[in-house]
């Protein structure tokens, strides 16, 4: 049985911060690439941040500079940090985990993320 269970989301003034969390179950966690994906209304889906096959991240340019994502393998859990939020940024944020290779992947329920003043 596998979850993927987001949290941290809320309501933050624009320049705030935010810290999401992913906590991964019924899943060799450390041989998983994970990433973060948010959704807005009326937009379609779209990569925000993620760990490379080789370890390393990758940024939406529309995040880079601001969010941060980390994973702690003993917590079976990825964060993602975000900073200097933008009204753009409000969205519901998804945890993504993926298996090189062979096309498996798991998705998490969402956690909304709302900027306003």
């Known amino acids: 049985q596998v979850q993927l269970v987001e949290s941290g989301g809320g309501l933050v003034q624009p320049g705030g911060s935010l810290r999401l969390s992913c906590a991964a179950s019924g899943i060799r966690f450390s041989i998983y690439a994970m990433h973060w994906y948010r959704q807005a209304p009326g937009k379609q889906r779209e990569f925000v941040a993620g760990?490379?096959?080789?370890?390393?991240?990758n940024y939406a340019d529309s995040v880079k500079g601001r969010f941060t994502i980390s994973r702690d393998n003993t917590a079976n859990t990825v964060y993602l940090q975000m900073n200097s939020l933008k009204f753009d940024d409000k969205a519901v944020y998804y945890c993504n985990a993926r298996r090189p290779l062979l096309f498996t992947e798991y998705w998490g329920q969402g956690t909304q993320v709302t900027v306003s003043k």
């Open positions: 760990f490379s096959t080789g370890g390393g991240t």
